[in-house]
């Protein structure tokens, strides 16, 4: 069952919290609707599970619009924050609890609740309260209430945000497995970029209402449309330096303060247009004086194990990148930086749209890799 | 309620160090405390010993022990020239009401609190107004008129009457009351009853219900003792000796000042006490959470 | 349109009965207000006539002085005595077992029914020796026994009053000064503050509002009841404990003038719906309006 949004708005008493949304998500697909705190991926999913109905505009289950389909009616699953066991069941009774509201026969409902239990390995913990168990195991009983069913669309909502880390990517890789194995279309919102990135067919970034850009995660991160996706993804975050464009032959060059680059790239922009540049901090490169584009001073180093990340400033500006261990560099050096050219990003500083992946080309990608999964 | 992961509750704060006062201090704030509640107790001691005493010393020391007092439970007593009826009818009449009351009363603040806490409708601010001004209302003002409504419904002298009254003048506030504890039922668990297949009325009774309990146990414990102890309807609008209750058996022992038993009276006294006692005992945390006068959050 | 049925549903058995028993009711006494209206029950018009009688009524200012003495005072006790009570048992007592005990005992008045409760003050006010405090008085002063309810009548509905009042008050500025953070205790010592400037600056602040509350909701409901005056002295000896709302129910009950006590009590109920405006006032009302959230 594929769903289509179309043109859907949600207006609360005081603001618009979605504005003319328009998306489609295949059968059997994992989206992630990720964004910060307040930009309507909640909102989305209420009106997904009917609890919220829309002012506008048509949500499409299939052919069917299920606009004021009551949340009973709609065989979905969910899995919320909080988990929302019912405290006063057993573990049993709440993963049976869907089909007992189905009316199906006792001795079914609870040899259906047991397999799913298994699935979720939570076999042996089927007679205890929810109160006994822990956050992880609580998790797992909401899953396999949701799943019990066997819905058409499962809909997760921070399902692992009062998880502690280590869980966390346990049941991403659990949880990412089982859905591909049940092959059920599956719907998560969550405001962890990391989470969405490595559970995602594909994700829709949302801000303010609006669907900002939803593509595969390798999409997005190579390719983001614009200042807030880039800003969103990617983990440290993209760092963006001001710097205007100066056309030349065949090229132009980026002139910001103390650095300037010749771009072999020509923009429809007119000439002297302000920008942002964006460069993500695995696209830097310590060099030599000479070859060096940025200069800066370190003002801080963290090692991760593996390699280590610094942070250094040039002027004003923070700019943040990667060096290997085996690199001797001080707190207070100097330092001189090369952005790989083929991997940065120019972002117009009037409306924040990438000028240099534009819209067209990105589409034409995704329509191309995307497809069907 | 906690539904998150197993919190284990924080200490309780009982080391003194912690809040490092004078011992002092904390010593003379007993004193004071004690002193201002002997009276208290003094009256309550009274109340059992007399009960149990053929005459007292002081006022306060028994002479002799005996169940004389008690003999209401046996016999049916005669104060002045007038015989009393039956203490075991004024102990069913009292019962029937108070437990009327706890149903009536329960059913409807239940249903009325579920509907001001999670339900959307029009005049929906303005019913919420309502129930917190009528919980504040001098309803005792109101008797005269009362007095005539009853009478045109033909409900004067029943404990029916009463009953009712008394469950109008307490709806609101233990409306009020359960509102609270529906508000604290999290929409999370609502919601996923929703979409775990029920309605609105299913998502109601067999999850938010279970999960409002307490409330529920705490408004019916709060209605049946306010039952048990009305005494002003029963005073104003019963007058059949068939529908006596406790307190207005007692009111009628009381009556003539001039020969007042005080035994016999503090025996109907604590006998009518005794369900009130026992509630106090066991829910007193409870009850204390609960304002008496309802305002959960102030 | 459908959603709507099943609240109004829900709501409809509360609304019946406040039709019935305070709508209804509020809307007779009004007009009762207006007529003769005696135990035959009839509705005769008499305009303002009621309303003359209780101003030039012969016991009018004695019931209003009354009324006043006996308000005023109780309240005192209900907000000070409770504050003192709170004070003692929740902040001077760390302890909180003991605490706990204290304020038990101390509800003990309020849910004890009236008739014990009023009986217990009887034996401590009684005429002979045998009450509690004629004992102490002989006893300490070798007075002879005084009849308290008789001599001192209004003092004594204020003791008995105030007594159950007070409980209310305790509970909820115990629970205010319970909910301070005992952090800002800590912090306090450690600055060096002094007692008085912990109560001024820390606790004070929290229990305001609760007082503001206590005051004006005691208010009203002093205002209007009667039931332990009524068991205690029945407003005697003659009128010298009657309060207003007394003599209305006595107008009414006792000597069947329905018309005129409706006049009485009008005027409590007009002075009660004000000062139930104020209350919503304090009570910031709005905070606790949450909306619903499915659809």
Request: glycine share 6%.
């Amino acid at each position: 069952m594929n769903i289509r949004f179309e043109q859907v708005s949600k207006q609360f008493s005081n603001h618009m919290a979605i504005s003319d949304l328009n998306f489609t998500i295949q059968d059997g697909e994992f989206v992630c609707l990720l964004g910060p705190s307040g930009c309507g991926k909640t909102t989305t999913l209420m009106m997904l599970a009917g609890l919220y109905q829309p002012t506008k505009g048509n949500i499409y289950f299939g052919d069917q619009v299920i606009n004021h389909l009551e949340p009973k009616d709609r065989n979905i699953g969910m899995v919320f924050q909080s988990y929302a066991l019912y405290p006063h069941m057993t573990v049993r009774d709440n993963i049976a609890f869907p089909l007992k509201q189905q009316k199906v026969p006792k001795k079914i409902r609870y040899g259906r609740a047991e397999k799913t239990a298994r699935l979720v390995r939570l076999e042996n913990y089927l007679d205890r309260k929810p109160s006994q168990l822990s956050g992880g195991q609580q998790q797992r009983v909401a899953l396999a209430r949701a799943l019990v069913k066997e819905p058409n669309l499962l809909l997760l909502d921070e399902p692992m945000s009062n998880l502690d880390a280590r869980l966390k990517i346990e049941m991403r890789d659990e949880l990412r497995q089982l859905q591909k194995q049940l092959k059920i279309t599956t719907i998560m919102v969550t405001h962890d970029q990391e989470e969405a990135m490595a559970m995602a067919d594909r994700i829709a970034i949302l801000d303010r209402g609006e669907i900002q850009q939803f593509d595969t995660p390798e999409q997005l991160f190579a390719y983001p449309k614009n200042v807030f996706v880039a800003r969103f993804l990617g983990n440290p975050p993209m760092n963006f330096l001001d710097a205007e464009i100066i056309h030349e032959l065949d090229g132009m060059i980026v002139h910001g303060e103390g650095y300037h680059f010749y771009l072999q790239k020509q923009l429809h922009i007119p000439n002297k247009t302000k920008i942002t540049l964006g460069i993500r901090p695995h696209d830097l490169q310590v060099v030599s004086e000479r070859r060096g584009i940025f200069s800066a001073v370190v003002t801080n180093i963290e090692h991760l194990g593996r390699e280590k990340l610094l942070s250094a400033t040039m002027g004003e500006q923070p700019i943040r990148f990667f060096v290997s261990n085996d690199q001797k560099i001080k707190y207070g050096d100097r330092i001189y930086l090369s952005p790989n050219l083929e991997a940065i990003h120019i972002f117009s500083k009037e409306t924040g749209e990438n000028l240099l992946w534009s819209r067209e080309v990105s589409y034409e990608q995704v329509e191309g890799k995307t497809g069907l999964i | 309620m906690d539904i998150g992961s197993n919190v284990t509750p924080a200490p309780k704060m009982k080391s003194p160090t912690l809040l490092r006062k004078s011992h002092r201090k904390i010593i003379i704030s007993y004193i004071i405390l004690t002193f201002l509640s002997l009276p208290l107790f003094f009256m309550y001691l009274w109340l059992f010993l007399s009960s149990i005493s053929s005459e007292m010393v002081a006022g306060i020391i028994p002479k002799q022990i005996t169940f004389e007092n008690w003999r209401f439970l046996w016999e049916n007593v005669e104060v002045g020239s007038r015989q009393l009826p039956s203490i075991w009818l004024a102990t069913w009449n009292t019962l029937l009401l108070a437990g009327g009351l706890t149903i009536i009363e329960v059913i409807i603040s239940v249903m009325a609190g579920y509907a001001l806490s999670r339900m959307e409708f029009p005049g929906r601010t303005f019913f919420l107004r309502s129930v917190i001004l009528l919980h504040a209302f001098p309803s005792v003002a109101l008797l005269i008129a009362v007095f005539y409504v009853l009478d045109t419904l033909g409900l004067i002298d029943t404990l029916w009457g009463v009953m009712l009254v008394k469950a109008a003048l307490q709806i609101p506030m233990s409306t009020y009351i359960i509102k609270g504890f529906f508000d604290d039922v999290p929409w999370d668990v609502e919601w996923s009853a929703l979409i775990d297949g029920c309605n609105r009325i299913k998502a109601w009774y067999q999850v938010v219900i279970p999960l409002v309990k307490p409330g529920i146990a705490a408004i019916s414990i709060f209605s049946f003792l306010a039952g048990w102890s009305e005494f002003l309807l029963l005073y104003t609008f019963i007058f059949d000796d068939q529908n006596i209750t406790l307190a207005t058996y007692l009111q009628k022992i009381i009556g003539d000042f001039q020969m007042v038993d005080y035994g016999l009276l503090t025996a109907a006294g604590l006998f009518y006490m005794l369900p009130v006692i026992f509630f106090f005992i066991f829910t007193q945390k409870s009850l204390m959470q609960m304002n008496m006068g309802g305002n959960k959050r102030v | 349109m459908k959603k709507w049925v099943l609240p109004y549903l829900m709501l409809t058995p509360f609304l019946l009965l406040v039709l019935l028993f305070f709508v209804t009711p509020v809307v007779i006494t009004t007009i009762m207000a207006f007529t003769n209206m005696d135990y035959s029950m009839e509705w005769n018009f008499i305009g303002l006539q009621n309303f003359e009688k209780i101003v030039s009524d012969p016991n009018f200012s004695q019931i209003v002085f009354n009324t006043f003495i006996y308000v005023g005072f109780t309240l005192l006790i209900n907000v000070f005595f409770a504050l003192l009570l709170a004070l003692l048992s929740s902040y001077y007592i760390p302890f909180e077992q003991s605490g706990l005990f204290f304020r038990a005992l101390w509800m003990l008045p309020r849910i004890t029914p009236p008739v014990v409760y009023v009986l217990l003050w009887l034996w401590i006010f009684d005429a002979s020796e045998y009450g509690l405090l004629n004992t102490l008085t002989s006893f300490f002063f070798s007075n002879d026994p005084i009849a308290w309810l008789i001599d001192h009548p209004m003092t004594a509905i204020i003791l008995v009053n105030g007594m159950v009042g007070a409980s209310f008050g305790m509970i909820i500025f115990s629970s205010a000064i319970q909910s301070i953070p005992r952090d800002l205790f800590k912090a306090a010592q450690v600055d060096g503050a002094s007692e008085w400037s912990v109560f001024k600056d820390i606790i004070l602040p929290s229990i305001k509002w609760p007082i503001m509350f206590v005051t004006v909701w005691q208010l009203l409901s002093l205002l209007t009841s009667y039931e332990y005056i009524l068991l205690l002295t029945d407003g005697g000896p003659v009128f010298e404990s009657e309060v207003w709302p007394l003599y209305s129910y006595h107008k009414a009950f006792k000597n069947l003038e329905f018309g005129y006590g409706s006049a009485l009590s009008l005027i409590l109920v007009i002075i009660a719906i004000l000062l139930t405006g104020v209350l919503l006032k304090l009570f910031k009302f709005n905070r606790m309006i949450q909306s619903s959230r499915i659809e």
